[in-house]
C-alpha cells in the first residue's frame, strides 16, 4: 500500500544525501546575496533548476 507524503515544510522531509546537497545551495545562494543567476553559475546549473531546488529545499532567495 501507499503511504501518504510526509506532513510538514519540504526541507522537514528531506533525505540524509539531500540535507548536504541543501546546504550547498544554501552556502552558495548567500555567498551571492541571493542572486539566483550568479548562484546557478556558480553551482554549475541553469537557473531554472536552481529555482526548482530552492522550492524543493524550501529555501528563497532573499533568505530563510
Do not use: F, I, K, W
Not at 528531506?14 to 545562494?29: I, M, S, T, Y
Not at 533548476?49 to 529555501?59: A, V
Amino acid at each position: 500500500p501507499l503511504e501518504p507524503p510526509p506532513a510538514g515544510p519540504p526541507a522537514a522531509r528531506l533525505r540524509p544525501l539531500d540535507e548536504d546537497a541543501r546546504a550547498r545551495v544554501e552556502q552558495a545562494l548567500r555567498q551571492h546575496g541571493g542572486n539566483v543567476a550568479a548562484t546557478a553559475r556558480a553551482l554549475g546549473m541553469h537557473r531554472t533548476q536552481l529555482r526548482r531546488l530552492l522550492e524543493r529545499y524550501g529555501l528563497s532567495p532573499g533568505g530563510s
